[in-house]
């Protein structure tokens, strides 16, 4: 698998190889070691494919979370943005 995400790394690196050629694209795969089946699925530009071979999560969430803007306005209980926030943590621990 390390090959495979080598190789899409490189790939999206250099211009010409993003660009290649179809006979080019399955050279630069089959120099790279990478296996029938994951090559045939890049040529064929198979996300779905690509995903059930290499076992990878489909879903993938990205959240950010606000700091604390100053120290000094500590309050004495909890607001109900830290409860939020709180929630919204256990929430994407639950996703991930």
Partial sequence: MSN???????MGQDAQLRHATSNELELALTDAHISPELQEA????????LEALLGARINIVCSVFPGKEDDEEE??????????????????????
């Fill in 4 to 10: 495979v995400i080598s190789f899409l790394e490189t």
């Fill in 42 to 49: 890049l040529l064929q530009s198979d996300q779905a494919q």
């Fill in 75 to 96: 309050e004495e209980s909890p607001s109900q943005d830290d409860d939020e926030i709180t929630f919204l943590h256990v929430a994407m621990r639950r996703i991930a």
